[in-house]
């Protein structure tokens, strides 16, 4: 298992993901964690790449947030698809 410290390049698209359809929903932080019943250090220590997020974490994040987990896994793909791209290039 890896450390804390040495999330999974998954883990780190997901948690990007996040952070982008959160903004594109114009939610932020504070507002995100409140709607997931969290307190803000649970997203702030994700946001940071210090833990990754658990499947659960997505699923009510998405539901925070109006769109599907799927939605979630889907711009971590593409963002993975992009990385693969510019290294192409």
């Given at each position: ?7 999974s ?14 903004a ?19 997203l ?46």
């Amino acid at each position: 298992m890896k450390k804390n410290t040495e999330l999974s390049e998954t883990s780190v698209r997901l948690i990007r993901a996040v952070r982008a359809e959160a903004a594109r929903a114009g939610v932020s932080t504070p507002e995100l964690a409140k709607r997931i019943g969290r307190d803000r250090k649970f997203l702030y220590d994700r946001f940071a790449m210090k833990l990754p997020f658990s499947t659960d974490d997505l699923s009510d994040i998405a539901k925070a947030l109006n769109v599907t987990p799927e939605t979630l896994i889907r711009s971590a793909s593409l963002d993975a698809q992009a990385g693969r791209q510019e290294q192409a290039a």
